[in-house]
């Protein structure tokens, strides 16, 4: 569903902005790196654009950008670009909500490797309302207050916002093959529900360990009206939730009603069941790699022994 994209351009100054290259030696000691003096543990080449401002939003951000190998040598190439949520815990276990998701690692082995295309890494840090921003429907929890419901203004941040600056800052491809969006939890369902409303400007959907909890199991409706164009990602763990049995259960449904759309599994849509995982950044970092393969290595996801492609 193709969405009317305002003109803003205030972003972030560029004086916000930290810069570090690990390849070249250098040392995370900036506290913004490593706070509270914590080790930082990141791999590869990193931007910060620190307190990122939105019109849109209550709460500025940091915005963490992993560059890949080549980029600071091959002035001439662009590349596609991946934005990913809960930006603090993918990278470094200094900012992360307990484990890292260590994308950053992953990247740097499969780029070096030659299994997946080089690509950016938009982490976008959350924040108290993470909540309320990664929830496309507001519901009424138990106590009869209502929760959530932000996410369309967070969706428009990203695109309205962040991605313009992203696009005139960095050497990116900026069309929507080129483009995807990715999380977990919370953070899954709003990767689904971008891909549901603005895929004129996201093709690469990852939707890791949904909340298909959320208002009444709204999504499961919601799949419905999924474009057919989108190529996506979905995978859950055999732990997961009260009821793990029902948490697969609901899973399955989910996929099943995205197949039904006419997504074909192993080319346009991958299901993968994470046996003995639970609900955790560790169980995340486990697989993520899985993920970065079906986007930008078709190749090295299918060769994966492991990988399970349900009916």
Not at 101 to 112: A, G
Not at 239 to 261: H, R
Request: aromatic letters at 10%.
């Amino acid at each position: 569903m193709e969405q009317q994209i305002a003109n803003i351009t205030e972003t972030a100054p560029i004086e916000n902005t930290l810069e570090i290259n690990l390849r070249n030696g250098e040392e995370p000691h900036d506290q913004a790196w490593a706070p509270n003096g914590q080790e930082a543990t990141l791999s590869g080449h990193f931007r910060l654009h620190q307190a990122f401002q939105s019109k849109l939003l209550e709460h500025s951000r940091d915005i963490i950008v992993y560059l890949p190998p080549s980029y600071q040598h091959d002035q001439d190439k662009r590349y596609p670009v991946l934005y990913m949520h809960d930006g603090n815990n993918l990278f470094n276990a200094a900012t992360s909500f307990g484990d890292e998701w260590n994308v950053d690692e992953h990247m740097e082995h499969l780029i070096q490797t030659g299994q997946i295309k080089e690509a950016l890494i938009i982490g976008i840090y959350n924040t108290e309302n993470r909540d309320f921003e990664y929830t496309w429907n507001a519901m009424t929890n138990k106590n009869g207050q209502v929760e959530g419901g932000g996410g369309p203004k967070y969706a428009r941040f990203i695109v309205e916002e962040l991605k313009p600056f992203i696009d005139s800052e960095y050497r990116t491809k900026p069309d929507r093959e080129s483009t995807g969006i990715a999380g977990s939890s919370l953070g899954g369902l709003i990767s689904f529900y971008m891909g549901l409303h603005y895929d004129d400007v996201f093709s690469h959907i990852g939707v890791l360990s949904p909340s298909l909890w959320w208002n009444n199991e709204q999504s499961l409706a919601d799949v419905e009206t999924l474009p057919q164009d989108l190529k996506i990602w979905v995978d859950m763990g055999t732990e997961e939730g009260g009821d793990p049995d029902e948490t697969l259960a609901k899973t399955q449904d989910f996929v099943n009603c995205i197949a039904s759309k006419g997504y074909v599994h192993g080319e346009n849509l991958l299901f993968w069941l994470a046996e003995g995982a639970d609900h955790s950044e560790a169980s995340w970092s486990d697989r993520v790699d899985r993920m970065l393969c079906f986007f930008f290595g078709e190749q090295c996801a299918k060769e994966m022994p492991e990988l399970k492609i349900e009916p």
